[in-house]
C-alpha cells in the first residue's frame, strides 16, 4: 500500500534529491512518476539502492489524474503552468519555488514548525515549502519561541553556491581551478567572483536596499511562525559548494538563560545541538551534506540586549532547506488527510 507520487524536475539538484530522500525514508510509495523538460524526455534516474531505473517523462503532456501527490522542484514559472493543472486534477502539489509561499490560500509549511497550518491545504491543493534559509532558522526558533517569545531576530547568512543550482556549483568549481592554474575567473552566474570570495547579494534588490531574498526570510518567518517577531536579514553567497549557514542573534520577551536554551534545543524535534565549547565543538557546512538535521551550534547570551541569545545554525540546503522538507510535508499530509491506495 501506498501513494501514487510524482516528482516533478527530477533531473535537477533538488529533484535529484528528492528522489533520494523518498527512498532512504522509505516513503510508502505504489507508483512513482519522474518529469522534466522536454529535453530529458526518456533519460533514466536511478531511485534508491536497489538501482532501479526510471524514464523521464515530459511534464508537458503528462496527465495528472489519479496521482495523489506531486513534488514540484521546476521553479517559479513553471509552476505557475503545471502546479494549477495538477491540483485541480486532484493531486496535491507540494512546491519548492516561492511563487504560492504569500499566498494567504497556500499552507507555508517546515512541519517540525507548523504542522496544523497543512490543515488549509485543500482551498487550492497547493502546499508551498519555504525558502531554504527560512526553514533551518525556524526549525531552531520554533521551540526558543514557545519558551520565552522571541521579539526580534537579526540573522546573517553563509549560503552555498548549490543554492543557485548547478549554474552555481560548475561557476564555483570553474573559477577555483582557473585562479589555481593562473587564468581569469569572470563571473557568470554570480555577480562577482565567487571563488575565493563572499557576495553580499543574493536575487534582486528591492526599493528599500534588502534583496528578495532577504525579504523572504522577513516574511516566511513571519507567516511559518508569528506575524509579530520583527526580523532583518543580511543573505551572503559564499565559496561553499553544499551547506547553508546562519548567525542568528535574538532578542526574548522573558528571559533564557544560555544553558536552558541549550537544553530545549536538545530535546527540539529536527535540531542536533552540538556545542562544546572548545576547539572543533561546533558544526560547519562540512559536517552538515547529506544529514537530515538542522544543527545548532555555539549558544550563547548577548549582554548588550534585554534577554539576547546568539546561535550558530548550520544545514544542508539540499535536504531540510528544500527536498527534505518536501518530503516531510507529504509525510505529514499521508499521515493527516490522504488515504493509502
Not at 41 to 54: N, P
Not at 234 to 260: K, M, Q, W, Y
Not at 303 to 316: F, I, K, Q, R, Y
Amino acid at each position: 500500500m501506498g501513494y501514487r507520487v510524482v516528482v516533478a524536475g527530477a533531473t535537477g539538484n533538488v529533484g535529484r534529491e528528492m528522489l533520494n530522500i523518498l527512498a532512504e525514508r522509505e516513503f510508502p510509495i505504489a507508483e512513482l512518476a519522474v518529469l522534466a523538460s522536454a529535453r530529458s524526455q526518456g533519460d533514466m534516474i536511478e531511485f534508491g539502492e536497489t538501482g532501479k531505473q526510471l524514464k523521464v517523462q515530459n511534464i508537458e503532456n503528462f496527465d495528472w489524474a489519479g496521482w495523489d501527490i506531486a513534488l514540484f522542484a521546476i521553479g517559479s514559472d513553471a509552476t505557475k503552468v503545471y502546479a494549477p493543472i495538477a491540483a485541480a486534477a486532484g493531486c496535491t502539489v507540494i512546491d519548492n519555488s516561492s511563487l504560492y509561499r504569500m499566498d494567504p490560500d497556500v499552507p507555508l509549511i517546515v512541519p517540525e514548525v507548523n504542522p496544523e497550518a497543512i490543515d488549509g491545504y485543500k482551498a487550492r491543493n497547493i502546499i508551498a515549502n519555504p525558502n531554504c534559509s527560512t526553514a533551518q532558522m525556524v526549525v531552531a526558533l520554533k521551540p526558543l519561541h514557545d519558551a520565552a517569545t522571541i521579539k526580534r531576530v537579526v540573522v546573517s547568512t553563509y549560503q552555498s553556491v548549490s543554492g543557485a543550482g548547478k549554474a552555481g556549483m560548475d561557476e564555483l568549481f570553474e573559477q577555483s581551478r582557473n585562479i589555481f592554474v593562473g587564468d581569469q575567473a569572470e563571473p557568470k552566474k554570480f555577480t562577482k567572483q565567487i571563488a575565493f570570495n563572499v557576495i553580499p547579494h543574493i536575487d534582486k534588490f528591492l526599493d528599500d536596499g534588502y534583496t528578495k531574498e532577504e525579504w523572504k526570510m522577513v516574511v516566511e518567518t513571519k507567516k511559518i511562525m508569528d506575524p509579530k517577531i520583527k526580523v532583518t536579514a543580511t543573505c551572503v553567497r559564499v565559496p561553499v559548494f553544499v551547506g547553508h549557514s546562519e548567525s542568528i542573534n535574538i532578542e526574548l520577551e522573558n528571559e533564557l538563560s544560555a544553558e536552558d536554551a541549550q537544553k530545549i534545543l536538545r530535546e527540539a524535534p529536527g535540531v542536533m545541538l552540538v556545542d562544546k565549547r572548545e576547539d572543533g565543538g561546533y558544526v560547519t557546512p562540512v559536517e552538515c551534506v547529506g544529514e537530515f538535521a538542522t544543527y545548532v551550534s555555539r549558544v550563547r547570551e548577548d549582554p548588550t540586549v534585554e534577554n539576547g541569545l546568539a546561535l550558530w545554525c548550520v544545514s544542508d540546503n539540499l535536504r531540510k532547506g528544500a527536498a527534505l522538507n518536501a518530503v516531510q510535508i507529504a509525510e505529514l499530509l499521508g499521515r493527516r488527510h490522504l488515504k493509502k491506495a
